[in-house]
Each structure stands twice: as structure tokens, then as C-alpha cells.
């Protein structure tokens, strides 16, 4: 698939699986940088703790490695975590060019926040538009 859609729109199983994350979880994090997408969910919270980061029941965190062609979602609940990989497939058309054909997630990746998100936000992160973090100002 080549964008995310909503459930009920045919765009696969795991843009669905996002977004019920996303509507169950009480908060949505969203950690800058860049992460080492070979961790699994210890290693994930682990990540989370050296950014001093207070985990929290409930909440989805999400992570993106250098390559910026998969994220990786960690839902919490209960004490336990679940880690989910989610990459979108480019849809090839003919006479299509390659850079068309590539879909990347913008990532905030300047410093090591971890940035409390809106549920707009999310659904905007996960079809990949550019205008889901404002860009960092010139004086600051």
C-alpha cells in the first residue's frame, strides 16, 4: 500500500492495526531521533528510560530508525508491552519515477524528546505528510 487509510478502505491489515492503537491508547508519544529498529520491546523501553522518559500505562510510543521507511509502535498496558513494525509498501505504476515510488515518514529528529502527540498528529505521521511537526525555527 502507498498510503495509510483508515479501517473499512481496503489499505491492509496493519494501517488498521495502527490506528485501533492509536484510538486505545490514552496518550500517543512520538520519540525524535533516530532508533535502532532491531530492538525489540525491552529494548524499546530501555530506549525510553535513557531518555528519562516515564512509561506510562495505556500510552503508544512510537519509534523510526535512519531509513525513515518503517516505524516501529510500542503499546503499554498493564505492565506489559507489545511492539508492533509497521512499513508501508510503495505501489509500483507504470511510468512511475523511483522517487515517487519511495514512501518515508517525516520524523522529527532533531535531539532526544519524547513529545506527547494528538490523535490528528498520528494519523498524519502515519500517511507520511510533512506538515504533521511544525519545522524548527531559524532563532531558537
Known sequence: MAKYAPP???????????????VLAKDIYIVHGYTDLRYGPNGLNGELEERGCEQEDECLYLFCGRRADRIKLLYRSNGCSA??????????????DLEQLLFRYYWPRQGKDVEKIDFQ?????????????????ADS
Not at 9 to 21: D, P, V
Open 8 to 22: 473499512g478502505t481496503g489499505a491492509g491489515n496493519g494501517a488498521i492495526l495502527a490506528h485501533t492503537l492509536g
Open 83 to 96: 511492539c508492533f513494525h509497521l512499513r508501508q509498501d510503495p505501489v509500483q505504476n507504470p511510468g512511475q
Open 121 to 137: 498528529t498520528f494519523l498524519k505521521v502515519l500517511k507520511g505528510e510533512k506538515d504533521a511537526f511544525p519545522l524548527p525555527r
